[in-house]
């Protein structure tokens, strides 16, 4: 297996249940790679394991083939990770938390003013991190992930919990590193998310990898119906085999320009997941919200 | 500049913000130049109040400080982004004991400038008052390692903070809390402080001695248990 990150066989139990079984992956270098599944799934304490946070009780997890385990001070300074709990300081502002850890990881203080801009948080640099949003607080426990200039980034839910807009600034800031070379490994449950920014996704469902591909190769691979939905112009809908026989069909509508819209039948990552589960991702997280 | 003055830094900088943390700082200090300068009952030493409230002071404010803090770091994560960035458990400790430490000793000289002293007992009360702080601190920060949350690390840190600071306040009027709190470090303070310029008692050094040791222990006992996260 080769990658910067490499995981073999990685399994972890915690009082007496197993959370990871077997996970197997590498990530290579400049990838955005996902981590998907509901909520306990195993995603957090994946990350966690990744990032030296804790220790595996099966299998390895390597960083530029160093055991993740006893990561050296030097590899330590090439990651930066955002969990979901942020662990932002409340009564500092934004600027005095970048700044602190601008300090602790020996980067410029100038980077922390480019990543304030970058975020959308120059204007709130002075606010106290309690009174920011839920976005700009994400946004600037991102800023300070990115604070060292990490050669490998954890995401933990980055945009958990926030409106389409916010996440959507963030994800354009990721793609902007991934522009960069940075290399990415997130968890999320957002499938628009995970379709947009990864390369490669991993689907997770308890503590075990089901499938493990490109998003849209994933789609096709479970593309059983292997169809087309056809909407005509006056709203009916066909749905034709996608193959050969289909196109003295298309054709006709096409010269008599009835044709409003073609949709593939494959599925999205949601379904691909409730196809191999028998669960739906987001589960648990509307159990919660109840 | 050392991730442990930094830390330093930014935890002093932090207390100034955070009022619950402050007020320990501050309550004993104030109150003991009030009563010291505008109460003075007939009968009772020169310097009681000081003594009294020096005793107290040592016995709360760092423990719940220490406590505090460290609960404050794990409940809220920012512990685990530090373990993240580099900094070590070693550097962590230093820092933030240091916070607690230097905001105690510059209320131990606001309580010495209360009472009546010279330079050289000046020196001793502060000398006493600095090794209590530092035996409090152990025992805060040991409860703030086995603590989950500040919730929980209040719970436990109250009746250990009474403890402490009322058992020598109460020997002076019942025999048998005299009797214990000659075994509490506090107690020592108590004695210690009392008998300022007069001959120190080897026995009282070495219950003292055995206070720190035990404190240390627990300390040690609750970082290798719970760690830091």
């Known amino acids: 297996m080769s990658g910067i990150l490499c995981v073999e066989s990685v399994s972890h139990c915690y009082a007496g249940q197993t959370v990871l079984r077997e996970v197997s992956f590498s990530v290579g270098r400049g990838e955005i790679f996902g981590l998907l599944g509901p909520s306990g799934a195993g995603k957090t304490t994946l990350v966690k394991i990744l990032t030296g946070q804790l220790s595996q009780t099966g299998g390895t997890a390597t960083l530029w083939g160093e055991d993740t385990r006893r990561l050296s001070a030097q590899t330590r300074r090439e990651i930066g990770a955002m969990m979901d709990d942020l662990g932002l300081y409340d009564r500092f502002t934004a600027e005095e938390n970048l700044s602190f850890y601008a300090a602790l990881t020996r980067a410029q203080r100038s980077r922390g003013e480019e990543l304030l801009c970058r975020c959308g948080l120059w204007q709130a640099r002075k606010t106290p991190a309690a009174r920011l949003s839920k976005g700009m607080r994400n946004r600037l426990a991102l800023a300070r992930a990115l604070l060292g200039g990490p050669r490998l980034l954890f995401l933990d839910e980055p945009t958990a919990g926030l409106d389409p807009a916010a996440a959507r600034g963030i994800w354009r800031l990721l793609e902007e590193e991934r522009e960069k070379g940075m290399t990415i490994l997130l968890t999320t449950h957002n499938m628009v998310e995970a379709q947009r920014l990864c390369d490669r996704v991993a689907l997770l469902h308890e503590g075990r990898i089901v499938a493990l591909g490109a998003p849209e190769a994933l789609c096709r691979q479970h593309n059983r119906q292997n169809g087309l939905l056809i909407t005509l112009k006056d709203g009916q809908r066909q749905w034709l085999e996608n193959g050969p026989a289909a196109a003295p069909e298309l054709c006709r509508w096409l010269e008599r320009d009835q044709l409003a819209a073609i949709h593939s039948t494959e599925p999205t990552l949601e379904e691909v997941f409730l196809n191999l589960t028998g669960r739906r991702l987001e589960d648990e997280q509307c159990g919660a919200a109840l | ?229």
């Open chain 2, 1 to 229: 500049m050392s991730n442990a003055a930094l830390l330093f830094k930014r935890q002093l900088t932090d207390t100034f913000r955070n009022k619950t943390v402050l007020i320990q700082f501050l309550l004993f200090p104030i109150l003991t130049l009030i009563m010291q300068k505008m109460v003075r009952p007939e009968g009772l030493p020169e310097n009681f109040f000081v003594t009294l409230f020096g005793t107290m002071y040592v016995g709360m404010a760092p423990m719940t400080a220490a406590a505090a803090i460290i609960a404050e770091e794990k409940e809220k994560n920012t512990l685990r982004v530090l373990l993240l960035a580099g900094v070590r458990p070693r550097e962590y400790l230093i820092g933030s004991g240091g916070a607690v430490f230097l905001p105690c000793l510059i209320g131990g000289v606001v309580l010495c400038a209360a009472g009546e002293y010279s330079p050289a007992e000046r020196v001793q009360f502060l000398a006493v008052l600095a090794a209590g702080t530092l035996v409090s601190i152990l025992l805060g920060g040991a409860i703030g390692v086995a603590s989950r949350s500040q919730m929980s690390a209040t719970s436990l840190t109250v009746p250990v903070m009474l403890l402490c600071s009322f058992l020598p306040m109460l020997g002076l009027f019942n025999r048998w809390a005299g009797v214990l709190a000659r075994w509490l470090y506090s107690g020592q303070v108590n004695r210690l402080l009392g008998g300022i310029g007069g001959r120190v008692d080897p026995a009282d050094l070495l219950i003292f001695g055995l206070n720190l040791l035990l404190a240390a222990g627990l300390f040690v006992t609750a970082y290798r248990k719970r760690g830091l996260t």
